[in-house]
Every structure is written in structure tokens, then in C-alpha cells.
């Protein structure tokens, strides 16, 4: 079994920045994939980034030049360092991380962060 725990958000103003923290706790033997993900209110959850296992990094449109993801595992974990945060932005940021555990691969979410974008 896999533990997702995610951090860091609050409440910023347009232009603001933020640092997501998700960490992965359990019997995890190999950390596969890494992502974030993000629901605003109403609409469906999507894609934000992503990390493979050798650091390759994919990321929406919409956060591309904004958002960096990073991850370390030894410490097993993942980091979404968010700038230049715009209204849209915000919404319930969700970390995602598939892991061979001992007893088998497991894909496993976090509760999520709400990130909120105000003026």
C-alpha cells in the first residue's frame, strides 16, 4: 500500500507563486511516473504535469513556462513549483504516483491541496 500526502497550498493573488509538496510513503520498492493533477470547480480533473522515472517532464498548455515539476526519491517526492498564478489556476491539486510496491504496481492519489487565485 502506497501513501500520497500533498502540501503547500493556499490562497495567493494573480502573479503570486506556490510550492506543492506530495510525498509517498509505504512498502514502495520503484517510484514509476509521477503527476499532478488539478480539479477546478465544475469542471473535470486534468493533467497538469508530469515526471518520468528518468525526470522527462510533460506539461499542460496551459501551465507551460509557468509550473515546474520536479520529484526526489530518495526523499520520495514530488514537487509542483507554481508562478505567475492566474485566476484559472485555481482548484484542488491532486499528486498521482504509480509505484511497484512489494506486493505489486500500484497507482495511487493523494486527498489534494485547494489552491485558490484571488484579487
Known amino acids: 500500500q502506497v501513501e500520497v500526502v500533498e502540501s503547500g497550498g493556499g490562497s495567493v493573488q494573480p502573479g503570486e507563486s506556490l510550492k506543492l509538496s506530495c510525498v509517498a510513503s509505504?512498502?514502495?520498492?520503484?517510484?514509476?511516473?509521477m503527476a499532478w493533477y488539478r480539479q477546478a470547480p465544475g469542471k473535470q480533473c486534468e493533467l497538469v504535469a508530469t515526471?518520468?522515472?528518468?525526470?522527462?517532464?510533460i506539461y499542460a498548455d496551459f501551465v507551460k513556462g509557468r509550473f515546474a515539476i520536479q520529484r526526489d526519491d530518495v526523499a520520495r517526492s514530488l514537487y509542483l513549483y507554481m508562478s505567475y498564478l492566474q485566476l484559472d489556476d485555481t482548484g484542488v491539486y491532486y499528486c498521482?504516483?504509480?509505484?511497484?510496491?512489494?506486493?505489486?504496481?500500484?497507482?495511487?492519489w493523494g486527498q489534494g491541496t485547494q489552491v485558490t487565485v484571488s484579487s
Open positions: 515526471i518520468t522515472s528518468d525526470s522527462g517532464t
Open positions: 509505504g512498502t514502495i520498492v520503484y517510484l514509476h511516473e
Open positions: 498521482n504516483v504509480r509505484a511497484t510496491t512489494k506486493t505489486g504496481e500500484i497507482n495511487s
